[in-house]
C-alpha cells in the first residue's frame, strides 16, 4: 500500500511542479507542500490501484489507536498500567 501511495504522490509532486514553475506558489515550499498534500488526497482517492491495495491492507490491519502509532513505547506504557493495575488484585487474599 505504502509503494502504491508513494507512486501516486510522485506523480503528482512532479505535476504540480511542472504546473507552477514559473508562479509564485512554487517558489514558496510550504505552500507548495500543502498543495501537493491535497492534490496528492484526491489522486488517491481516485487511484483504482491505490484503492485495492488499501482495501486489501485494510482487511489485516487492525486500526485501534495504539495499533495505529506502531509504536513500542505505547504498548509498553500499555502492559505496565495494565500489570501496575493487576497488583492489588494479586496481593489481596480471599
Not at 511542479?17 to 514558496?28: Q, V, Y
Amino acid at each position: 500500500m505504502e509503494s502504491e501511495e508513494h507512486r501516486v504522490r510522485k506523480a503528482v509532486t512532479a505535476q504540480l511542479k511542472e504546473r507552477l514553475k514559473d508562479k509564485p506558489e512554487g517558489a514558496d515550499p510550504k505552500k507548495m507542500e500543502q498543495l501537493v498534500k491535497e492534490a496528492g488526497d484526491k489522486a488517491l482517492e481516485k487511484d483504482a490501484a491505490f484503492q485495492k491495495a488499501k482495501k486489501e491492507s485494510d482487511r489485516h490491519v487492525c486500526n485501534w489507536y495504539c495499533h495505529y502509532q506502531e509504536s513500542a513505547r505505547v504498548y509498553c506504557m500499555v502492559g505496565y498500567r495494565l500489570a501496575e493495575a493487576m497488583k492489588p488484585l494479586l496481593t489481596t487474599k480471599p
